[in-house]
């Protein structure tokens, strides 16, 4: 904890100070990390309750540090989003991503959304402009791309978050709503925005159906995302009895242990090739 000496002055503890340490390395690292190539892509199948078939993927970040291993995004996305250095991780991720669809075009896999996670920071004017370049350059069909965004980026600067949204999906690009419910609880905005998925998050889906209040929660953004016309999607299914319940809901789409967990590029497309089913 913070600390104040007899000169009034504040100083750290130990323990802190060895946190802001821990951190400066951290954003170092991951500077290098970025520099370096050390990042990587794994892909999460999201799968049609309906049909059972693979219907896209969420792309999702890894680092392969040389000394610690495989380090989730836990443990470097939120110091990231702190330091600004989100901007570069995303543009790295972007990037990565669209190289990934092209050579899945060039392979011949049949077209499918996968999704890149974007944070408050990369929510700018500058965004529409980006995403047509990149679409341009890797020469990708737009309606492989999607993008997951968060409650908390649509809650300022309504006019001009709109008029961003509204350019990015003119470019034929998804926009979905993740960790639905956890954020703002006002409902107003949902119908003012151009979103195309509703993504019910994982703490709603973990307890049904034993839990009476996530099974209501759960079917009431099902219910929602239906009459505003809404895809809808359910994260972190790992059992058959939650995916029974969503399927009784009428929920579209899930994610989640239960099919498959975040998996390297080339086992989600062998997965896309054999046609592995739900
Ligand atoms: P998220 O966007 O909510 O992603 C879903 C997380 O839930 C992933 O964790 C995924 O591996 C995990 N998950 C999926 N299915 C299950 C399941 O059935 N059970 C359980 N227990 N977990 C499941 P991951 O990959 O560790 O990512 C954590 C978070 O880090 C993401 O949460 C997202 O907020 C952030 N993140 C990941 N990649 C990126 C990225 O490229 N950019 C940004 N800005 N954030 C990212
Ligand atoms: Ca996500
Ligand atoms: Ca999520
Ligand atoms: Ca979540």
Same mark, same amino acid.
């Given at each position: 904890? #913070?600390?104040?000496?007899?000169?009034?002055?504040?100083?750290?503890?130990?323990?802190?100070?060895?946190?802001? !340490?821990?951190? @400066?390395?951290?954003?170092?690292?991951? &500077? &290098?990390? $970025?520099?370096?190539?050390?990042?990587?892509? =794994?892909? %999460?199948?999201?799968?049609?309750?309906?049909?059972?078939?693979? $219907?896209?993927?969420?792309?999702?970040?890894?680092?392969?540090?040389?000394?610690?291993?495989?380090?989730?995004?836990?443990?470097? !996305?939120?110091?990231?989003?702190?330091?600004? +250095?989100?901007?570069?991780?995303?543009?790295? !991720?972007?990037?990565?991503?669209? &190289?990934?669809?092209? %050579?899945?075009?060039?392979?011949? +896999?049949?077209?499918? =959304?996968?999704?890149?996670?974007?944070?408050?920071?990369?929510?700018?004017?500058? +965004?529409?402009?980006?995403?047509?370049?990149?679409? *341009?350059?890797?020469?990708?069909?737009?309606?492989?791309?999607?993008?997951?965004?968060? *409650?908390?980026?649509?809650?300022?600067?309504?006019?001009?978050?709109?008029?961003?949204?509204?350019?990015?999906?003119? @470019?034929? !690009?998804?926009? /979905?709503?993740?960790?639905?419910?956890?954020?703002? /609880?006002? @409902?107003?905005? @949902?119908?003012?925005?151009? $979103?195309?998925? +509703? #993504?019910?998050?994982?703490?709603?889906?973990?307890?049904?159906?034993?839990?009476?209040?996530?099974?209501?929660?759960?079917?009431?953004?099902?219910?929602?995302?239906?009459?505003?016309?809404?895809?809808?999607?359910?994260?972190?299914? *790992? /059992?058959?009895? %939650?995916?029974?319940?969503?399927?009784?809901?009428?929920?579209?789409?899930? %994610?989640?242990?239960?099919?498959?967990?975040?998996?390297?590029?080339?086992?989600?497309?062998?997965?896309?090739?054999?046609?592995?089913?739900?």
């Amino acid at each position: 904890a #913070k600390q104040t000496g007899p000169d009034g002055l504040s100083f750290f503890s130990e323990d802190m100070n060895q946190r802001a !340490v821990d951190r @400066l390395n951290l954003e170092a690292g991951l &500077r &290098r990390a $970025i520099d370096r190539d050390e990042l990587l892509l =794994h892909y %999460q199948p999201k799968v049609s309750i309906e049909t059972g078939a693979i $219907i896209g993927a969420e792309a999702l970040v890894r680092w392969r540090h040389p000394e610690r291993g495989l380090v989730p995004p836990a443990e470097f !996305v939120p110091v990231a989003e702190e330091s600004g +250095l989100i901007v570069h991780v995303s543009n790295w !991720v972007l990037e990565a991503a669209c &190289r990934q669809i092209r %050579q899945w075009m060039d392979e011949g +896999l049949p077209a499918m =959304h996968i999704a890149v996670n974007l944070s408050a920071r990369d929510f700018s004017s500058s +965004l529409p402009a980006r995403v047509q370049e990149l679409l *341009e350059r890797h020469k990708i069909g737009a309606e492989w791309l999607e993008l997951e965004i968060t *409650e908390g980026m649509l809650m300022h600067h309504t006019a001009k978050v709109v008029a961003m949204m509204d350019e990015i999906t003119a @470019l034929g !690009v998804a926009l /979905s709503l993740d960790d639905f419910g956890t954020g703002y /609880s006002s @409902l107003s905005y @949902l119908k003012r925005f151009p $979103i195309d998925t +509703l #993504k019910i998050d994982r703490s709603f889906v973990i307890s049904i159906p034993d839990d009476v209040d996530d099974c209501a929660i759960a079917g009431a953004i099902v219910s929602m995302s239906k009459q505003l016309k809404h895809n809808v999607i359910a994260e972190g299914v *790992e /059992s058959g009895d %939650q995916l029974a319940f969503l399927k009784s809901l009428g929920c579209d789409e899930i %994610q989640g242990y239960l099919f498959s967990p975040p998996v390297p590029a080339e086992t989600f497309a062998a997965m896309v090739r054999e046609g592995k089913r739900l």
